[in-house]
């Protein structure tokens, strides 16, 4: 397998879950998780050290991640919302990578991690601190990278001053977040492109939140422009409750496994794993939508 036939694929269930009212029950996200765990995802975006008033239904993500198969070759991604969620996942062995929604629009940052952009910014400069300490990874999402709905300042020039400041503090890796799903395939390609040239030594990856009906124009946008790291949720569900909007969910994980597969590029997750991934999520999602 070479890096240029490859795309590293992060499951995010801890993003479809978050927004289901009826409340999970701690034995079934262990049992749904441990599946994806086989399944041969490169990362799991598994939980979250966050506010359990603000997104009650990750309120047992310690318990959860005592029951996981920490054998598993899949790494363990934690998000976290400020310094202190970030001291706590980084306590955790288990856990390889914390990630932070750092967004370029202060209204979302708001409503996100109660700050605005620029003490967002400090926190990011702690969490990395923190992270690096503790022999952790820190990936920054850019939520609304593509735009927002608020009417806040947006620009490519936006995005990419943000990027460079984050990348002048030694992070690494950012993935491009269409927080809300606005963006079109044009400005996935665009955006993209830019940020993917502008720091080739950066890891960029895209957070795609899609409809039915659009979902491969985006993914294909975002391959065509370089991008080689996608997150994706089975079944598509997610969306961040934070937005306080109509939600729209996630690429789902079926349709990009299927993209891939039609373009022959090659990424670690067993087809029989993965089937059986598929299958568990009825349990966990069908009874609570």
């Not at 694929?9 to 749904?32: N, S, W």
């Not at 934690?78 to 990630?99: D, K, P, Q």
């Not at 943000?162 to 890796?173: A, D, E, H, R, V």
């Not at 949720?233 to 994980?253: Q, R, S």
Request: overall charge negative.
């Amino acid at each position: 397998m070479t890096t240029a036939n490859r795309v590293w694929v992060t499951e995010c269930p801890r993003d479809a879950m978050q927004g289901i009212h009826d409340f999970i029950p701690t034995e079934l996200k262990i049992g749904y998780l441990n599946s994806l765990l086989k399944a041969g995802f490169d990362r799991l975006d598994f939980g979250s050290f966050v506010s359990p008033k603000a997104i009650p239904q990750l309120s047992d993500t310690r318990e959860v991640l005592q029951g996981l198969d920490t054998a598993s070759t899949t790494r363990l991604l934690s998000i976290v919302a400020n310094l202190r969620g970030a001291e706590e996942a980084s306590s955790y062995e288990a856990i390889s990578i914390l990630g932070y929604p750092f967004s370029v629009s202060e209204t979302f940052q708001k409503r996100n991690t109660n700050s605005g952009i620029d003490a967002s910014f400090d926190t990011v400069l702690r969490i990395h601190e923190t992270a690096l300490n503790s022999g952790k990874e820190l990936v920054v999402y850019i939520s609304m990278a593509y735009g927002n709905p608020y009417g806040d300042e947006w620009s490519d020039e936006v995005v990419l001053n943000w990027i460079t400041k984050l990348k002048n503090t030694g992070i690494s890796k950012i993935a491009l977040a269409d927080t809300v799903g606005l963006a079109e395939a044009k400005d996935v390609s665009y955006l993209t492109s830019a940020v993917i040239r502008e720091f080739p030594n950066l890891e960029v990856g895209t957070h795609l939140h899609c409809a039915p009906t659009n979902w491969r124009e985006k993914v294909e946008a975002a391959f065509n422009a370089g991008c080689r790291h996608f997150d994706s949720a089975i079944k598509g569900y997610g969306g961040c409750p934070m937005a306080k909007d109509e939600l729209v969910g996630n690429l789902a994980t079926e349709n990009l496994v299927q993209y891939l597969k039609e373009k022959n590029v090659e990424t670690l997750i067993d087809p029989a794993g993965f089937n059986h991934a598929v299958h568990a999520s009825n349990l966990v999602f069908l009874p609570a939508v």
